[in-house]
């Protein structure tokens, strides 16, 4: 399996911020990298897919990028209603995912 | 638009059977494959497996000698059987559809349900 090891585990941030968190990959995934938001009793969304890919109705702030082992998640101006836990996974083979970014409210 | 729903039981002893259904609504779940996840403190989360209408299951080989997945499409439903649970089978399990109609590769999850908390425990 393709280990993913995220960073950080979690990070303060003020509205308006902007926010980077990063995934590494134990060998590469090509570009089977997807990004997802979890909140507490809500269904995990689907932010970005194929590393860059922004799904539909995501806002334009998310952006994924990447390449080889190192890929990263940039929330370009955070807004009150991203935080939340962030995690990246691979699908290259038996999917794996990351340990998950909380980003909280400095 | 489509919605899943995990449900079953909430509370599973050791050495007992888990079993969960995802209620698929807003489409018919041909054409799909349907993942199971589950996340808990000690592991985070988890990839479980997958199904497909057309017959075809991908299981994670950590736990494929526990795991059972079937389909019922007069239901619209999909079900999960994990044998001989202990402890370490506690978690949250979540049921999400792959992004693509029946790619034989692996893909993004989109979309996924609440998630239901099964706790084992005697």
């Known amino acids: 399996d393709i280990q993913m090891t995220q960073s950080p585990s979690s990070l303060s941030a003020s509205v308006g911020d902007r926010v980077t968190i990063s995934c590494r990959a134990s060998r590469s995934p090509d570009n089977y990298v997807n990004w997802y938001q979890f909140k507490p009793g809500q269904a995990p969304k689907l932010l970005i897919y194929t590393v860059s890919r922004l799904q539909s109705g995501v806002p334009s702030r998310f952006i994924g990028s990447g390449s080889g082992t190192d890929f990263t998640l940039t929330i370009d101006t955070l807004q009150p209603e991203d935080f939340a836990t962030y995690f990246c996974q691979q699908t290259y083979n038996t999917p794996t995912f990351g340990q998950g970014t909380k980003v909280e409210s400095k | 638009q489509v919605q899943l729903q995990e449900s079953g039981p909430g509370l599973v002893k050791p050495s007992e059977t888990l079993s969960l259904t995802c209620t698929v609504s807003?489409?018919?779940?041909?054409?799909?494959?349907y993942n199971w996840i589950r996340q808990s403190a000690g592991k985070g989360l988890e990839w479980i497996g997958r199904?497909?209408?057309?017959?075809?299951?991908n299981y994670n080989p950590s736990l494929k000698s526990r795991v059972i997945m079937s389909v019922d499409t007069s239901k619209n439903q999909v079900s999960l059987t994990l044998n001989s649970v202990t402890v370490a089978d506690t978690a949250v399990y979540f049921c999400?559809?792959?992004?693509?109609?029946?790619?034989?590769?692996?893909?993004?999850?989109?979309?996924w349900g609440r998630g239901t908390l099964v706790t084992v425990s005697s």
């Open positions: 807003g489409e018919s779940i041909n054409n799909h494959y």
């Open positions: 199904i497909s209408t057309t017959g075809r299951i």
């Open positions: 999400a559809r792959d992004g693509i109609v029946l790619s034989g590769s692996f893909n993004w999850f989109n979309p």
